[in-house]
């Protein structure tokens, strides 16, 4: 039976299980590079950092590490239709979004340094919106390419300006 609340489904397809590796490893390279700054200015004498701060600094960070991309995997979910690309990110916020194929203008296909040592990309959609691009991250590698071609396939063959 077909639901007829209103209520928007989440998207049927996950991102990569190794995404979440992605986002933990960002997460410890932001915490590295603030201690690297609170190592500067203890070095400077810009200030002094007392100890149980640095151990309340480094649980947090673990904590955020370990927390945050498995919540994120959780949350972020994609899915393409012959109609329109529809995803759903977040960790704090969640954001859902809706692109109709009428109104995509480009598909690109991108990866960090750290996503081609885990073998994952992103996908980006450019619409004719003003709240910016669709971006699909953490995907396989063939799955991304795959999605290009299928959304790049489609655009073509969708009547209109994209506008």
Known sequence: MADTSGALREPAQRVSTRAPLVWAAGAVVQGLVLAAVGVAAAIFDWFTVPWWA???????????????????????????????????????????????????QTVDHDQSVIDRIFGLASVTVTTASAAGPVKIEGLDQPVALKLVEDLTRRTEAEAGDAT
Not at 59 to 83: D, F, G, K, S
Not at 92 to 102: D, K, N, T
């Open 54 to 104: 640095w151990v309340l600094y480094v649980v947090a960070v673990a904590v955020y590490t370990v927390v945050m991309p498995v919540y994120r995997y959780r949350v972020h979910r994609w899915e393409t239709t012959e109609t329109a690309v529809y995803t759903q990110r977040g960790w704090l916020s969640r954001e859902r979004r809706i692109a109709p194929m009428s109104r995509v």
